[in-house]
Nanobody, 123 residues
Framework: QVQLVESGGGLVQAGGSLRLSCATSGRTFRSYAMGWFRQAPGKEREFAAAISSSGSSTYYADSVKGRFTISRGNAMNAVYLQMNSLKPEDTAVYYC????????????????WGQGTQVTVSS
């Protein structure tokens, strides 16, 4: 069982930055690929970024590529999402997720989910 708790969300002006954190429990954290998804009001939850269990591979959605960076600290059992040059369209609830199937961009391939943290970008 893996428990995920996100933090770091908040209100920021367009062009600003935020760093999201996802703390995990469980001794098997290092065996999971991790991902960040986001869900804006009235929209489907969508993929944002993912990182392999070793941290050697990363994937990004085109909408965040070049602005967001995913990383993981296996010693700290945590995964991070550094978000720069934020835009109003980045406003969403951001969810951390863990996958035992390897790095993935599809929601169905993630076994565990956090409760989410709200990110609001004002124009």
């Amino acid at each position: 069982q893996v428990q995920l708790v996100e933090s770091g969300g908040g209100l920021v002006q367009a062009g600003g930055s935020l760093r999201l954190s996802c703390a995990t429990s469980g001794r098997t954290f290092r065996s999971y690929a991790m991902g960040w998804f986001r869900q804006a009001p009235g929209k489907e939850r969508e993929f944002a970024a993912a990182i392999s269990s070793s941290g050697s591979s990363t994937y990004y959605a085109d909408s965040v590529k070049g602005r967001f960076t995913i990383s993981r600290g296996n010693a700290m059992n945590a995964v991070y999402l550094q978000m720069n040059s934020l835009k109003p369209e980045d406003t969403a609830v951001y969810y951390c997720a863990a996958s035992s199937l390897g790095i993935a961009t599809i929601r169905a391939e993630y076994n565990y989910w956090g409760q989410g943290t709200q990110v609001t970008v004002s124009s």
